[in-house]
């Protein structure tokens, strides 16, 4: 039984788009995930947020707030970078980590696509078309490995 029974509609807007409460708990579901629970104090908040092409998706539930949430950048050279892809505890095991995705590339499709991956979470990825390249790293001290997607790929397998 889905816990959150309205947590299915996946919600896009660029950041000027954003009110600012709902921006908040965006950004405190990513604080909450990477710098808390992951153990990795870094400067989550990089400053990207704030430039007009920066798009964000997001999950929400009427009595849990953000569920889900990734960011989608735009590059200068007309890539887009997908990142903070994230899911609240309570909202884990529910698919909102792939309805975010099928909506990011389904928005990306024709374009070229970049990712940071933490290496565990790589075959999630592959499944939307992304390939690794590169070396792993480390990063934070969670291991990573550099993916894209090339816009030839069509469809998702997931």
């Keep these: ?18 009110a600012p409460e709902d921006f908040y708990r965006m950004l405190r579901l990513r604080v909450d995930v990477f710098v808390v629970e992951q153990h990795c104090p870094y400067p989550e908040l990089d400053g990207r947020d704030l ?9 929400d539930s009427a009595d849990s707030g953000v ?3 990734l960011r989608l950048l735009e590059e200068p050279d007309g890539s887009f970078r997908i990142g903070r892809v994230c899911t609240a505890p309570s909202g884990r095991g529910m698919g909102l980590g792939k309805k975010l995705m099928r909506a990011a590339v389904a928005e990306v499709r024709k374009s070229y696509a970049v990712l940071s991956s933490q290496t565990y979470a790589a075959g999630f990825y592959r499944s939307f078309g992304f390939v690794e390249y590169g070396e792993p790293y480390e990063e934070d001290g969670i291991p990573h490995i550099d993916m894209h997607r090339d816009p030839t790929v069509t469809g998702v397998t997931r």
């Design 1 to 18: 039984m889905n816990p959150h029974p309205l947590a299915t509609a996946v919600q896009r807007a660029y950041t000027a788009d954003l």
């Design 51 to 59: 430039e007009g092409a920066t798009r964000h998706f997001w999950i």
């Design 67 to 69: 569920l889900g949430y």
